[in-house]
């Protein structure tokens, strides 16, 4: 007898027996018979993987991220997530340090989420897969990367400070990557919340396309309580207003509307949650997470109104690294999220990013408090895989069609040396910031050997505070840091060309001009190349353009040099005495000499603000800001509110917020976000010496 699982059928005795979806599996009377089975035991066990792999495949997955300003309650709702769908016994408590989803010691300790954290539940019978991500503005590149793994998100505002600063960057990002989102408007317990001011906001700094579909009373104390406007059978609630929102943007249901016809429900719900997938409508929900309000609606507005994941586990590979963290016993364990087809234990997969193959050990997901080894990650779904070791955040699996382009929130405008406080833990230093830049490439380390100098990059002061407990708790390191520097950039001050032979000592032969050009501000390196192959061969053109962007780390000044277009415009090869890296020597030697010849200029990098205070206010706080060189607009005058928007530079402004808050009364707000770099005077900026070797030095 011979069971045949082919071509998706099931055949039994040459009959069709069940329609199936896995490829080719056979089972023979000599197998049963030398493991002591019965074929029709077999059968039955057969039945049973068959219809584990269906269930597999009909799983639907909901890959949800928690994003908000710092101390808006993300981490408290993920906690009551986990214990309501029965993952955890207890809810976890950030005060207390209890959390699931805040384990480093240091979150714990502080009180804040400085690493996203995944976690996996069940509700209404679909499988969510949510990302607690960071808060503070100092960690924005965990958001960053935690975005490209969401179909879909929650924002989540307190009713007390309403829209803060980095709300809106988290928003203008969620809007940028197409990610629909709910707007969970939290904490409606606390004195001072006022929700319509809150819902102003919204409309007048978010966006005015959103459905409220709860109301709340006795907002501001312990008795506040709930009501849905809108649930799954009944839209009665809802204002005149708001169903004219949802029909505005429904050609069928608006026609309906204007000749007097009553709107079905389940039609205005259908066309409600296309709305919301097509992010032309958000929900705003309210809740209370430290009283346990609202948080079931929020789960069922998920399950029933948010986009399930797509994905065919049949096609090709594709999926992202959105984090990775590393154990001293496993290794590096990598958080992805796969789009298309599926992974196996011991499977070999192909790391885009790096053309690298590596081989699967172990897939993990988080049950509870302990991962458990689930040995396949389907489409659509995500987990933890180990056994990749030269894996870093941000690497694409297989095919790379499917994942969404990066956003930006915040870019690293501070760099700060750091140095053991022991000599003769510099190596050791070495490696543990090695390794915390595989989980946060932003770190961008820059170790110079012969200075026996450690450089990083930095978002601001609270991130080098937390960088401190982290190497002392994980790596037991002591490390003292440099006093933080503003990043500066340079760029060419006129257009010039720039020469160079490197032709002694032979066996050598490199010989390259460039024509060099200011470009325009925050255009970033443009590169091109009108020689033919006849002159230089493409190898070593291939090995000019890979030189290009090292060539123009440093500057004049010591700083990045960007804003430029750079063209190569001759000259020659030797058939003989030419290598790859003589024009990998050669093409540094010219852009620096051309650069000290003709100069450059020094940029600085600009924030935007939006200050919001009393009116009494404005004399004091624009004196304030002509004092730091920022650029000062209109003030907009308002219910004895006054708004003023500018730019400012990064320099003058580090410790500002805290002058604000003092020339305010704390009852001011004042928002930033980086706009990009701007030509600065020389005596207004700083220089930093030449790190490494100078291509200038020919000696050497």
Same mark, same amino acid.
């Given at each position: 007898? #011979? ?11 040459n009959e069709i027996i069940?329609?199936v979806?896995?490829?080719i599996?056979e089972?023979?009377?000599?197998n049963?018979?030398n493991?002591?089975?019965s074929?029709?035991y077999?059968l039955?066990?057969l039945c049973?993987?068959?219809s584990?792999v269906q269930?597999?495949?009909n799983?639907?997955? /909901?890959?949800i991220?928690i994003v908000a300003?710092?101390?808006a309650?993300?981490t408290?709702?993920t906690e009551?997530?986990?214990y309501?769908s029965? #993952?955890?016994?207890?809810v976890?408590s ?8 805040d384990?480093l010691?240091v979150e714990?300790?502080?009180g ?5 954290a995944?976690a996996?539940?069940?509700?209404n019978d679909?499988?969510i897969?949510? !990302?607690d ?18 179909? +879909?998100?929650?924002l989540?505002?307190?009713?007390a400070e ?6 809106e960057t988290l928003?203008?990002?969620l809007?940028?990557?197409? $990610?629909?989102?709910?707007?969970? /408007?939290n904490?409606?317990?606390r004195a001072g919340?006022?929700i ?7 409309r007048?700094?978010?966006t005015s396309n959103i459905i409220?579909m709860q109301?709340?009373?006795?907002e ?5 309580e ?7 059978n009944?839209?009665s609630s809802l204002s005149e207003?708001?169903?004219e929102s ?5 050609? /069928?249901?608006?026609?309906s509307y204007?000749v007097g016809e009553k $709107?079905?429900s ?5 066309s409600?949650?296309d709305?919301f ?5 958000f929900?705003?929900l309210f ?5 346990? $309000?609202?948080?079931?609606d929020?789960l069922? =507005? ?5 986009? =399930?994941?797509k994905g065919?586990?049949?096609k090709?590979?594709s999926?992202i690294?959105y984090?990775?963290e590393?154990?001293?016993t496993i290794?590096?364990i990598?958080?992805?999220?796969l789009f298309e087809g ?10 885009g ?10 897939i993990?997901?988080?049950?509870g408090q302990?991962y458990?080894?689930?040995g396949e990650?389907m489409?659509g779904?995500?987990?933890? #895989? +180990?056994g ?6 941000g690497? $694409? ?5 499917q ?8 870019t690293?405008m501070?760099t700060a040396k750091?140095?053991p406080?022991n ?5 050791t ?11 946060d490439?932003t770190?961008d380390l820059i170790?110079? &050997? ?8 930095i978002m ?5 505070e937390i ?7 994980r790596f037991?390191i002591a !490390? ?5 520097? =503003?990043i500066y950039?340079?760029t060419?001050?006129?257009p010039?060309?720039a020469?160079?032979e490197?032709t002694?000592?032979?066996? +050598?032969?490199? !010989? ?7 470009g325009?501000?925050n255009s ?5 190349s009108i ?6 061969? !493409?190898r070593y053109q ?14 004049p %000044?010591?700083w990045?040099v960007?804003?430029l277009i750079i063209t190569?415009?001759?000259d020659?090869?030797?058939?003989i005495h030419?290598?790859?890296g003589? %024009?990998?020597?050669?093409s540094p030697m010219? #852009?620096?000499k051309g650069l000290k010849?003709n100069?450059t200029k020094l940029?600085?990098p600009i ?8 009116e009494d &206010?404005?004399?004091?706080?624009v004196g304030s800001?002509t ?5 000062i607009?209109?003030p ?6 006054f708004?003023l ?10 410790d500002y ?14 928002a930033?976000? %980086?706009?990009?770099? &701007?030509e600065c005077p020389i ?10 070797i100078?291509?200038?030095d020919?000696a050497?």
């Amino acid at each position: 007898m #011979i069971l045949v699982v082919k071509n998706n059928l099931f055949f039994y005795k040459n009959e069709i027996i069940k329609k199936v979806s896995i490829n080719i599996l056979e089972i023979s009377d000599k197998n049963s018979q030398n493991l002591g089975l019965s074929p029709y035991y077999l059968l039955l066990l057969l039945c049973i993987k068959i219809s584990r792999v269906q269930m597999l495949q009909n799983r639907k997955f /909901i890959n949800i991220g928690i994003v908000a300003h710092v101390d808006a309650g993300k981490t408290s709702i993920t906690e009551l997530f986990l214990y309501k769908s029965g #993952i955890t016994r207890a809810v976890g408590s950030v005060d207390k340090g209890t959390s699931q989803t805040d384990w480093l010691r240091v979150e714990r300790e502080r009180g804040i989420s400085v690493r996203s954290a995944s976690a996996s539940f069940t509700w209404n019978d679909i499988n969510i897969n949510i !990302v607690d991500t960071p808060g503070h503005v100092d960690f924005s590149s965990e958001v960053e990367r935690s975005m490209l793994a969401m179909d +879909c998100a929650i924002l989540v505002i307190s009713a007390a400070e309403g829209v803060q600063s980095h709300t809106e960057t988290l928003w203008n990002a969620l809007q940028k990557t197409k $990610i629909p989102a709910i707007l969970f /408007i939290n904490k409606i317990d606390r004195a001072g919340s006022n929700i319509d001011s809150v819902i102003a906001e919204i409309r007048k700094e978010l966006t005015s396309n959103i459905i409220v579909m709860q109301s709340v009373i006795n907002e501001g104390s312990d008795a506040v309580e709930i009501s849905n406007i809108v649930n799954s059978n009944s839209f009665s609630s809802l204002s005149e207003n708001s169903i004219e929102s949802i029909i505005h943007n429904d050609e /069928i249901l608006l026609d309906s509307y204007l000749v007097g016809e009553k $709107i079905d429900s389940q039609k205005l719900k259908m066309s409600l949650k296309d709305q919301f997938h097509k992010n032309e409508l958000f929900p705003v929900l309210f809740g209370s997470a430290k009283y346990d $309000i609202g948080i079931d609606d929020l789960l069922d =507005v998920i399950t029933e109104y948010m986009p =399930v994941a797509k994905g065919d586990s049949t096609k090709p590979l594709s999926g992202i690294v959105y984090k990775v963290e590393h154990n001293k016993t496993i290794g590096k364990i990598a958080s992805v999220r796969l789009f298309e087809g599926s992974i196996k234990n011991r499977d070999i997969i192909h790391l885009g990013n790096n053309d690298l193959e590596e081989k699967v050990s172990q897939i993990r997901k988080l049950q509870g408090q302990k991962y458990i080894d689930v040995g396949e990650l389907m489409a659509g779904d995500t987990a933890a #895989i +180990c056994g990749l070791s030269s894996v870093v955040s941000g690497d $694409i699996i297989g095919n790379p069609d499917q994942i969404k382009d990066s956003i930006s929130l915040n870019t690293p405008m501070l760099t700060a040396k750091i140095s053991p406080m022991n000599e003769e833990d510099y190596s050791t230093l070495v490696s543990a910031i090695h390794i915390l830049s595989d989980e946060d490439p932003t770190l961008d380390l820059i170790w110079l &050997k012969d200075e026996r100098e450690l450089h990083i990059k930095i978002m601001g002061l609270i991130q080098l505070e937390i960088l401190e407990f982290v190497l002392s708790d994980r790596f037991q390191i002591a !490390v003292n840091f440099g006093k933080p520097t =503003v990043i500066y950039k340079e760029t060419p001050a006129v257009p010039f060309e720039a020469y160079e032979e490197y032709t002694m000592p032979k066996p +050598c032969w490199a !010989v390259v001009r460039f024509k060099i050009e200011p470009g325009a501000r925050n255009s970033g390196i443009k590169y091109n190349s009108i020689v033919g192959v006849n002159s230089i061969a !493409v190898r070593y053109q291939n090995e000019v353009e890979r030189t290009i962007p090292i060539a123009l780390q440093q500057g004049p %000044f010591g700083w990045e040099v960007t804003d430029l277009i750079i063209t190569l415009i001759g000259d020659e090869d030797h058939n003989i005495h030419s290598r790859a890296g003589d %024009f990998a020597v050669a093409s540094p030697m010219a #852009i620096m000499k051309g650069l000290k010849e003709n100069g450059t200029k020094l940029l600085e990098p600009i924030l935007e603000y939006t200050i919001t205070a009393n009116e009494d &206010k404005l004399g004091s706080i624009v004196g304030s800001l002509t004092q730091l060189r920022a650029d000062i607009g209109n003030p907009n005058i308002e219910n004895h509110r006054f708004t003023l928007s500018g730019t400012i530079p990064v320099s003058t402004s580090l410790d500002y917020s805290t002058k604000f808050s003092s020339l305010t009364g704390g009852k001011g707000k004042f928002a930033t976000k %980086f706009h990009g770099y &701007k030509e600065c005077p020389i005596e207004l900026g700083e220089t930093t010496p030449f790190r490494g070797i100078n291509p200038l030095d020919r000696a050497k």
